[in-house]
Each structure stands twice: as structure tokens, then as C-alpha cells.
């Protein structure tokens, strides 16, 4: 199965900045089948981005999805107060679907 | 708005079966979409279960297949997972999710699983 594996664990930025979220696997994902998730404490866990670039309903558009193969990235182009979760990028490109380990976004 | 519920037990003893059920409402289980289970752990990734298409097909995480069971009822928009012969590496957070066969777009809050005696 693959494996994705995020980076920084965690990101200490303040509200207005530009997050910039690494989400990097063990081998190529097919057809760049990766989406992102945002998690809040006590909350369910939101789709973010699918299809490696494309916005899920009602996304912002300062959260951008980019990449291609084996590295992609989750940018946040000015953080809200509201942005600050642990965010998880998932790969549907071969089968079992797996899930990195997250990147929390905290406020410095 | 779609909206998942997860309910069950809280504590399961080892060696025991695990059971969830999940209540969709804001919309039909029957139509065309796939409803999963997906896990976490402390401290670990998320992990995908299974899923269960509304006529009782389903598929299952090769590394929990032999332990899995899920079931579906319409007529009660519910969907349920049991989990046999659980481990205290079984207790995680449980989470039902409306899955497009790709991407997971509507997920449960969760609920906490604890194996312990």
C-alpha cells in the first residue's frame, strides 16, 4: 500500500500568513488521486481539496492544492483564525486508500 | 445537508466483537454512494475499514478483512461495522463517512472505542 508521509508535523504561524503543507509518498499516485482533509477538535473531519487542485463545494479559494507523482502540497494563501486544524491528504489512486499522518496548523 | 451518527458501545473487552452502527439522515442511504468505516488510533494515521454499497456489496481493508463484518439497513438508513476478536491495538476513534468511491465527503464526529477488561 502506499505510504504518505506530511510535513512538518507542525506549523506555528500567525493569522494572515501563507501555510505551505508537504504531503509526500512512497510511490507515484496514479492519476494524481490526492485530496486533503481539514480536521477541527469535536468536529467532523472536512474534504478540502480532491483531484490533487480541485475545490471541494464551498472550499475558499485561498486554499490551493498542487503537485504531481509523489510530492504534492496543501497552500493556505492567508490564514484566517478559522484555518488553524490538522489538515491530512489521502491518496485514492490504488487500493487500500490510505492516509498521511497530518499536519497540525497552530497559532504562534 | 447530509449528516452521519455513529452509536455503540464505548468499552469492548478483548477477545469480544466490536459493534458500531450509523444513522444517516439528510439524505437516502439507497442512493448512489458508497458508506465507509475509517479509524484512528492514538497518536496514528487514519486508517480506512471498509465500505458497503447500499445493496450489500462490500469491500475490505485486506489488513482487517478476516475480522470484518458490515451490514446495511434501508429501511432504517443505518449501516453498521463489527470488528471480531478486538486487541487494545483496536482502540481508536471510529468514524462513519459518506464515501464517493474515491474521497470521503461527509464524516461523522466520531465515536471513541475503548478494548480494555
Known amino acids: 500500500e502506499i505510504v504518505l508521509t506530511q510535513s512538518p508535523g507542525t506549523l506555528s504561524l500567525s493569522p494572515g500568513e501563507r501555510a505551505t503543507l508537504s504531503c509526500r509518498a512512497s510511490?507515484?499516485?496514479?492519476?494524481?488521486?490526492l485530496a486533503w482533509y481539514q480536521h477541527k477538535p469535536g468536529q467532523a473531519p472536512r474534504l478540502l481539496i480532491y483531484g490533487t487542485s480541485n475545490r471541494a463545494t464551498a472550499i475558499p479559494d485561498r486554499f490551493s492544492g498542487g503537485g504531481s507523482g509523489t510530492d504534492f502540497t496543501l497552500t493556505i494563501s492567508r490564514l484566517e483564525p478559522e484555518d488553524f486544524a490538522v489538515y491530512y491528504c489521502?491518496?485514492?489512486?490504488?487500493?487500500?486508500?490510505?492516509f498521511g499522518q497530518g499536519t497540525k496548523v497552530e497559532i504562534k | 445537508q447530509v449528516q452521519l451518527q455513529e452509536s455503540g458501545p464505548g468499552l469492548v473487552k478483548p477477545s469480544e466483537t466490536l459493534s458500531l452502527t450509523c444513522t444517516v439522515s439528510?439524505?437516502?442511504?439507497?442512493?448512489?454512494?458508497?458508506w465507509s468505516w475509517i479509524r484512528q488510533p492514538p497518536g496514528k494515521e487514519l486508517e480506512w475499514i471498509g465500505h458497503?454499497?447500499?445493496?450489500?456489496?462490500?469491500d475490505y481493508n485486506p489488513s482487517l478483512k478476516s475480522r470484518v463484518i458490515m451490514s446495511v439497513d434501508t429501511s432504517k438508513n443505518q449501516f453498521s461495522l463489527k470488528l471480531t476478536s478486538v486487541t487494545a491495538a483496536d482502540t481508536a476513534l471510529y468514524y462513519c463517512?459518506?464515501?464517493?468511491?474515491?474521497?470521503?465527503?461527509?464524516w461523522g464526529q466520531g465515536a471513541l472505542v475503548t478494548v480494555s477488561s
Open positions: 463517512v459518506r464515501d464517493k468511491g474515491r474521497v470521503f465527503d461527509y
Open positions: 489521502q491518496q485514492y489512486g490504488s487500493s487500500p486508500r490510505t
Open positions: 439528510g439524505g437516502s442511504i439507497s442512493r448512489n454512494n458508497y
Open positions: 458497503i454499497y447500499y445493496n450489500g456489496n462490500t
Open positions: 510511490q507515484s499516485v496514479s492519476s494524481n488521486y
